[in-house]
């Protein structure tokens, strides 16, 4: 039933999955139908079991008794993809994007095709014989050029994974045996933020990852805006200080160079002169070791400017961070803050910033997202 939806009615399914439950007043307000059109939309969907009635309660918007509407959000399920350098992140989640089930193992042979059968098997063990899902979003990064349309089928290039024009898609519909969508990872994040996280309910947000990479999306007026492959590459080398570091494409003072996970591991270990992790220079930074201290709080102040840039040019008033290095942010919040608030005219407040957490199964769950999007819009 969901192909032949119509598309008010796919607005209608969008709205609750976002916003959870309301009554059938409340829907035709926000969605300017009149009650006779809510309700010819809505009964076939009740009828089918795409949505379902609550318990009778007091409509806030007239009072008068009414069975709040809610989408199924049980009866179906996605599955979602991160592919890293070395590991592939799956989670299972419902229709509202709420995990079921999630794992993640080493990529045991980094041949296309071996993928997608792992994928297929980490499929099987995470549905645990409870039924196919209807759809799957698969997210890769760094420079993957997953949105490239070329004899009219995406192809991906992922460094990374040794992948050039890769038709990843058809690969992993074969093996998943549903309808499957390719995404860049940090678009499928912001998604995922944008409907069920820290942007859900604005109209415009910016997201910044920092991590291996420097990532950036923006969603204006509800809409995630398109990027190319250079837009994506140009942003991690912004330069926030001429003479700052240089990073290894010859940048000097670019964000890269302050806040990539390799920068920092590099610029520690210099310092402690021995070979550092990431993890490691965030917990001797926590602990109060001087020279990884100085590295993050620097890092931080730099993360600080590249926000303020990023809210002064796009006008959003809030930025989500993430990713897997976020943990400097925390750990030198009050430089972060201080740099931000110098940069945005010594004014306090200008631009919230919201820190998320550093679990690549958030970004898995970005690709379950897209998928679920795919599967309630009709579209890509």
């Known amino acids: 039933m969901w192909d032949a939806l119509p598309d008010a009615a796919r607005s209608i399914v969008k709205e609750l999955i976002i916003h959870g439950p309301q009554s059938r007043t409340a829907l035709a307000k926000t969605l300017h139908l009149s009650t006779g059109s809510l309700t010819r939309l809505t009964k076939p969907m009740v009828d089918a079991g795409l949505l379902v009635e609550g318990d009778v309660v007091h409509d806030p918007v007239n009072g008068r008794p009414t069975r709040p509407l809610d989408v199924a959000a049980g009866e179906h399920r996605f599955l979602g993809l991160k592919l890293t350098a070395d590991r592939v992140h799956a989670v299972v989640t419902d229709l509202r994007a709420e995990v079921i089930a999630g794992r993640d193992e080493p990529i045991a042979d980094h041949d296309p095709e071996a993928v997608c059968r792992q994928a297929r098997r980490l499929l099987d063990e995470l549905s645990g014989g409870a039924g196919a899902p209807v759809g799957a979003g698969v997210t890769v990064g760094g420079n993957a050029r997953a949105a490239t349309r070329i004899g009219g089928e995406h192809l991906v290039d992922a460094p990374y994974l040794g992948w050039w024009q890769v038709e990843l898609r058809p690969l992993m519909e074969r ?5 499957c969508v390719v995404t860049n990872d940090v678009a499928a994040l912001a998604h995922q933020h944008h409907w069920f996280g820290p942007g859900r309910g604005l109209r415009d947000f910016a997201l910044v990852t920092i991590g291996a990479g420097i990532g950036y999306a923006l969603i204006v007026h509800d809409h995630l805006v398109a990027a190319t492959e250079a837009d994506l590459g140009m942003f991690g080398h912004m330069v926030l200080h001429p003479g700052g570091p240089m990073c290894t494409e010859g940048h000097r003072g670019c964000a890269a160079a302050y806040l990539s996970s390799w920068s920092i591991e590099g610029a520690a270990g210099l310092a402690l002169r021995r070979e550092v992790t990431y993890e490691e220079v965030m917990r001797l930074a926590a602990a109060g070791d001087r020279a990884c201290l100085a590295l993050v709080r620097e890092a931080a102040r730099a993360l600080g400017r590249l926000i303020a840039q ?23 919040k009050d430089d972060l803050t201080a740099s931000l608030t110098a940069q945005r005219r010594d004014v306090p407040g200008s631009v919230d910033v919201v820190i ?3 679990d690549f199964r958030e970004w898995a769950r970005g690709g379950a997202v897209v998928a679920i999007q795919s599967f309630v819009t009709g579209s890509d």
């Open 175 to 179: 093996a998943l045996g549903v309808p």
């Open 310 to 332: 990023v809210a002064t040019i796009s006008l959003v008033k809030t930025v989500v961070l993430a990713g897997e290095g976020v943990e400097l942010a925390r750990i030198a």
């Open 356 to 358: 998320e957490a550093d």
